[in-house]
């Protein structure tokens, strides 16, 4: 199976879900979108953009630092932050940290009426399949 058709496969699953994204945020770069929309490519890349900075910006960066020190760990490389949930008015955003490969976050877009708890262990079942297509 290719990774777009297990990417719609795994949008199909989550409910109520428009959109699904998988993005390598150490560069910042969106590698496939699936959306029932159209969407101007400035708000894609956007997307792209944004969950880099959640996930590995900065100020992220300095806290995770911070929580290592503070616990008397190494620098290793491994990432606190594996999942965020953002609602906004009519959307729920699902951002997942891979797994096999923390650089990537896979996004999933549902409608506000959607379930959150289910939206979420759905995004969740089907991270294993997305990263095992990759």
Do not use: W
Not at 59 to 82: C, P, W
Not at 107 to 121: D, E, I, Q, S
């Amino acid at each position: 199976m290719s990774f777009d058709d297990a990417l719609s496969k795994a949008a199909a699953s989550v409910p109520e879900c428009v959109a699904a994204g998988y993005v390598d945020v150490a560069s910042g770069m969106l590698l496939s979108l699936k959306t029932v929309d159209s969407h101007p490519r400035q708000v894609i890349d956007l997307l792209a953009a944004a969950t880099a900075d959640m996930f590995n910006g900065p100020n992220v960066s300095t806290i995770e630092r911070m929580f290592k020190k503070a616990r008397g760990l190494q620098d290793d490389g491994y990432h606190y932050f594996q999942e965020i949930i953002v609602n906004s008015e009519n959307l729920i955003h699902v951002f997942i940290r891979g797994k096999l490969n923390p650089e990537y976050v896979a996004v999933f877009v549902c409608r506000k009426t959607a379930n959150l708890g289910m939206a979420l262990t759905k995004a969740r079942l089907a991270m294993p399949p997305l990263e095992a297509a990759f």
